[in-house]
C-alpha cells in the first residue's frame, strides 16, 4: 500500500477532515470514515481472504464441471487426440496456477515479515530516544574552595 496516499487508513488530516464532513453531512458516512482509519490497513488481508474463499467455492464448481467433462458432458469435440491435449494443458496450467498460488503466499508472507522488522525497528529507535531524553541528567559538582564546603565558605 502506498503511505504517501492522501487518503489512507491513518490519523492524517484529510482522513480527519473526511470522518467530521461526514458526521456532519449523514452520520454513517463518518462511521465508516472513523472505520476505515482505524482499521482500514487490514483491508488487504481481508480482500485477500475473501478472494481465497471465492475461489474455493468456484474450485468446487470446477471440480463438478470437470466431472460432467469426465463423463463426455461439455466441451467433448469428438477428437480424441484433442480432447487428451486439451486435458493435459488444462492440468498442467492448474499446477502452473497452484505454484503461483503458493508463491503468492509466500510473497505475502515476506511482505508482512519485512513490514514487521521495519515496525520493531521503528518502536526500538523510539524506546531508545525515549530513554535518552528521561535518563538523569549528570550534574557537576562545585569544587569546594573552603574546608567546610558549606555555601557560606564560598562568600
Not at 505454484?99 to 503466499?105: M, S, V
Amino acid at each position: 500500500m502506498n503511505t504517501t496516499a492522501l487518503i489512507r487508513p491513518a490519523w492524517t488530516p484529510a482522513t480527519i477532515a473526511l470522518m467530521v464532513i461526514g458526521f456532519m453531512v449523514f452520520w454513517p458516512l463518518g462511521l465508516a470514515m472513523l472505520a476505515y482509519i482505524i482499521w482500514g490497513d487490514r483491508l488487504d488481508g481481508f480482500k485477500r481472504d475473501v478472494n481465497r474463499a471465492t475461489d474455493g467455492v468456484f474450485a468446487g464448481c470446477r471440480r463438478n464441471a470437470d466431472k460432467a467433462h469426465r463423463w463426455g458432458h461439455g466441451g467433448r469435440t469428438g477428437n480424441v487426440a484433442f480432447d487428451d491435449w486439451r486435458e493435459k494443458e488444462l492440468e498442467r496450467l492448474a499446477e502452473e496456477r497452484r505454484k503461483l498460488d503458493e508463491t503468492l503466499a509466500e510473497f505475502d508472507e515476506y511482505a508482512r515479515e519485512l513490514r514487521r522488522a521495519k515496525d520493531q525497528e521503528e518502536f526500538d529507535r523510539f524506546m531508545a530516544n525515549r530513554n535518552k531524553s528521561t535518563a538523569p541528567a549528570t550534574t557537576d559538582k562545585p569544587s569546594r574552595k573552603g574546608k567546610g564546603g558549606g555555601l557560606l565558605d564560598e562568600v
